[in-house]
């Protein structure tokens, strides 16, 4: 029986569990607060991250999920965020190609939306503001020919392919996490930041998990806290004078996806244009799905967490994908959702698709180190953590020169496939070379499990087979090609408590298992606690 199932145990454990002291206390186990963590770790400062529920268990596991330059955002004018996430997209895909990789966009011409020239201008620009080597420049195509014209509707003759990338965001959070641990960082996952003081030289934070309280002393605070980070400023952080140390305000802007069977057999994604002048995406998901998204609808500060999908927006994104595929989507045909929240930085724009998606970092040295991070991108995450810990490097004494940045050329847990392949090529190309590896290395898989743990994995999948030579060693099929030794590893390597975070988390198994089998996987997460 463990503390979960015995409540006295838990009790013990509220009055053993230790304080704990480090340099940087990163409250948020979201994209931001794990790639800062992770480039503060690596530098050699001695780091504790908390986050109150599951890792990437809010809006870091709700995006599209894109890695981009965000063309749409041209039309806002937002050249330096567009440059910027544009230089990421190679560093990334470099970095961890099993769980990102380039995706080629078709946007079928509609002259009642933007005039072609204009869209090409955009693509130029798009082309060229940043290096490519890996990814294709845009052109125009006949959509009476190109495979990607099969399903939309006839009148849709011309179109345009530019390119971008793909992200499995919420396992890039959890693989961030893990450089982090592995560079000595502790991760200590729902366990919540209620109490911060800050002193002159210190900081004396009171966390909150499954063994109770506990007090860390930490130099400097980083609020990555994203959609409640207003809140922990406002709430949970608490100058000495007692002034308050907010002093920026977010906007919440909603965005939620539904998810629909396949919808084409290609392996382009959409980009359509709608009337609202908004764009959505219909992008390949999971094999036998595709992902329509998103929305924007802006929401009120109370419960961010609670955010969900509403029938307008599913309807919305079922009318506005309606326009271009021939084949009607109806809400009945939505077999998942999800909804996340942007943390916006309130720029006074009227509308919440005009809010500036770039990051700002707000550095307050009045006296210990505090450093919050208003909104964000996936897709400049690495960069923002750079700064971030170049920041707080600075506010602790010690600069860039002294304690340099290391993450621009660095693989992610499970990105180096150089011992199963050799040296990287070409990021698609080398995931391909290393899953025809995995399949050489483990004949006896099944080749559907082992191109799925290859993806999920990379290069740690031989931690997560360990000594297995054939199906029957890898325990019990928890649920169809879910095995106890992968649940141990998630449970043992990456934080993995409850089904939801196997399922709709570590992986995307939930969307093939029905309610008992889902059931069953947090039956044996209880049992083996
Ligand atoms: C619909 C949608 C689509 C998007 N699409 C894209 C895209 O395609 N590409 C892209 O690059 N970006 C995209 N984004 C943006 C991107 O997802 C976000 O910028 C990013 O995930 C924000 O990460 P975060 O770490 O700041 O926030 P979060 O992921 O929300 O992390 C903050 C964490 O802090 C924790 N926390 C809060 N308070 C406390 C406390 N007191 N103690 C402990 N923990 C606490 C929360 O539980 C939470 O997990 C999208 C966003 C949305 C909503």
Redesign the pocket.
Known sequence: MNEYENPQAAVAATSIAPDLDCDVLV???????CGIARDLAGRGWRVVL????DL?????S???????GGLRYLEYYEFSLVRKALQEREVLLKSAPHIMWPLRFVMPHDPSMRPAWMVRIGLFMYDHLARREVLPGSRGVDLRTHAAGAPLKKSYRRGFVYSDGWVD?ARLVVLNAMDARAKGAQVLTR????GAQRGADGWTATLDGPQGERKVRARAVVN?????AEA?LRG?AQSAKGETLATKSLRLVK???IVVPRLFEHDHAYIFQNPDKRIIFAIPYQQDFTLI??TDVEISKDDPGAAKISQDEIDYLCTQASRYFEKPIVPADVVWTYS????LLDDASGDPSAVTRDYLLEANATAAPLLS?W??????FRKLAEDAADEVGKMLGQDRSQRPAWTGGAFLTGGDLSTWIGAPKRPDDDFERFVGAVQTRYSWLEARLARRLARAYGARVDTVLGDAQSMSDLGEEVAPGLHARELQYLRNEEWAVSAEDVLWRRSKLGLRYTPAQREQVEAWLRHHA
């Open positions: 409250v948020g186990g979201g994209i931001n607060g908390c986050e109150k529920d990437a268990s809010h809006t870091s709700s995006s599209t999920k894109l890695i981009h965001d366990t919540r930041c209620v990555a806290a994203g959609p409640w922990f949970v965005g939620s996806h998204g998103t996340g929240v942007r943390p991070v909104g964000g991108k996936i897709t400049t």
